[in-house]
């Protein structure tokens, strides 16, 4: 294969690659992704909240249910010795005692609905904070959805697109030698995409539009593989 043609296919090689690098970067930085990355985060920071919750309002509504048993309890003994006290059959002694343990009891009821008063409290707090959560977690998951749908669309645009510049790559690339391939492949690298240009005029670089001398511009022909002196990138002859 004659190199100096080879340089020549590397043109249309290039433009084919500037534009999978442009449709890669169109991926890599849709506007929505940021939207996406950011929802995705205040949706775990809901989802977390809303566990701490749901975990804080079970064990204060545990504790309520054990309260209320407690002073369930408490009612049914206190009732229990009032009858007893008032059965007529008690002594004066034993009423005495009787009225005593009416007394202690109720200090223990009166102390119980202070801790159920305060849980009941804490519920009351618990609860529409809960709610606002549960609905914060519910927009944030829509807006999560909605936008994934806008990602995954124009994803399945761009990989199409992809998918045939890359087969149209892979076609091209059979036909050019290695030895014109391999360093326009490094340059690509090395250069920001762009490792070849053409030669304008008779004698300016294309890729970076600095002038040969004519000594230069004569020596460039006469190589195997023509680059500018200036920047070093392949010319395409
Ligand atoms: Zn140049």
């Keep these: 294969m004659n190199p100096l043609a080879s340089t020549a296919d590397l043109l249309d090689l290039q433009e084919l690659d500037l534009r999978i690098d442009q449709l890669l970067d169109e991926r890599a930085s849709l506007p929505e992704l940021e939207s ?5 985060a205040s949706l775990a920071e809901a989802t977390t909240r809303q566990d701490a919750l749901t975990e804080q309002l079970q064990m204060a509504n545990r504790e309520l249910d054990k309260t209320e048993g407690e002073a369930q309890i408490l009612r049914a003994k206190l009732e229990s010795v009032q009858v007893q006290m008032y059965s007529g059959g008690a002594s ?23 801790a159920e008063l305060e849980v009941m409290e804490r519920i009351e707090e618990l609860e529409p904070e809960l709610e606002a959560v549960t609905s914060r977690a519910a927009e944030l998951t829509e807006e999560k959805d909605r936008l994934e749908a806008i990602i995954k669309e124009a994803w399945k645009g761009i990989d199409a697109e992809l998918a045939r510049k890359e087969a149209r790559k892979a076609e091209e690339v059979k036909g050019i030698d290695p030895v014109v391939l391999d360093p326009y492949e490094k340059l690509r690298e090395s250069k920001g995409g762009r490792a070849v240009g053409p030669l304008e005029d008779g004698n300016v670089c294309g890729s970076c539009h600095v ?9 460039l022909r006469k190589e195997g593989l023509p680059r500018c002196p200036h920047c070093g990138r392949l010319i395409a002859l």
């Design 36 to 40: 996406y990355r950011s929802t995705h």
């Design 92 to 114: 004066a002694k034993e009423v005495q005692h009787l009225g005593m343990e009416v007394d202690q009891i109720k200090g223990q009821i009166a102390t119980i609905e202070d």
């Design 211 to 219: 002038a040969m001398s004519t000594a230069e511009a004569h020596a």
